[in-house]
């Protein structure tokens, strides 16, 4: 008899952003004139960037052409992405990798839900609450965790680090045991950022208690402030406890195009259950190697396009606009009296309901008041409870009119 994975079972049925389209969809057959702005969703809208395209036109042609096809990639990436990846995300800001300790990727979604493969099934982990879903959710279908509490929303036998207005929405390091931690800097869903003293604490706490921290850093592009730390290993001993993951999907519109990395330091150890430490990186290497052919070699090309002159200049200005938009929403909300967290190294503004209305109240009220559609903070942990995500991914036209809009409904005037 061929049985399921169980775990699977676990997961409830309601997807966040399946239950979105469905309201979205329902309130649209009812009022098909309402002209719906979206802030919902975290994808971007603007076009690839010039100078990517003409590299990827180059690349399809050369696969055209005996003597310039390629057939099967390294697993780990084509040497060209490596060495663009270390000069222009790395070396510049102080910190110096090998190629064999990047890994080429196609996306960070994989990436993050498939690098538990490397450490024991029997490891407790910690996420940020609200946190990104597919951190929790992979590893509930791994089988890490116990049933989900519908009470309150959580699984058990995951630690929660609480992301609140006291703490600045930045997760703290836990009390209890744990041995592997997320941690998304700058964060999604809250938009808010940690600095490189709060960081400097968590690589002191990972090294005490022998933790390795998963870190994701797909939003570095949108950091604004100085003290916020564009990679983990500007941080002193980060390189012996932290894999970092990268994305191409925000900072140069790869959402549709797939293409990441991840950083496995040689110095970065886990433990056999007897104590003795064994290196991350050729466990990786042997994970990619059996499970992965590989990114293609036209979206490899394009991602090395991201780090040429022209692609930095259109990128970032692309980067650039987002961010306009983001505070638009962010300064046109404070001005109607919200209290409005994140949108200055992040993409996403995170926006506390009015007068304690729920999440999914003030969404409902949102779509149908003032056609705009958002994402309910609940949807990402039981503390989003009582806030909701925007996002800076539209036009600026429709973001300037979704907050007018939501400014004219005088919720708190
Ligand atoms: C968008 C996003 C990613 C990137 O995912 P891709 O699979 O590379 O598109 C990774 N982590 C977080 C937190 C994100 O929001």
Redesign the pocket.
Known sequence: MAHVNEHYLKLPGNYLFATIAKKVDAFSKAHPDASIIRLGI?DVTRPLAPAIIEAMHKAVDEMGQAETFRGYGPEQGYDFLRQAIIKGDYEKRGVTLDPDEVFVGD????D?ACIQEIFGNDMRFAVADPV?P?YLDSNVMLGHTGAFDADKGIYNGVVYLPCTPENGFKAQPPAEKVDIIYL?NPS?PTGTAMSRKELETWIAYAKENKVVLIY?S??ETYITEKDVPHSIYEVAGAKEVAIE?R????CAG??GT?C?YVVVPKACMAYRTDGTPVELNPMWNRRQCTFFNGTPYIIQRAAEAYYSEAGQRQCLSDVDYYMNNAHIIRDGLQAAGYTVYGATNSPYAWVQTPNGMKSWDFFDLLLEKAHVVTTPGSGFGPHGEGYLRLTAFGTKENTEEAIRRIAALHLLA
Do not use: Q
């Open positions: 975290g996306g960070a979604k994989t993050v990104y597919v998304c999604n994701d797909a939003y993951l994305s191409y999907s925000k790869f959402t797939r990441s």
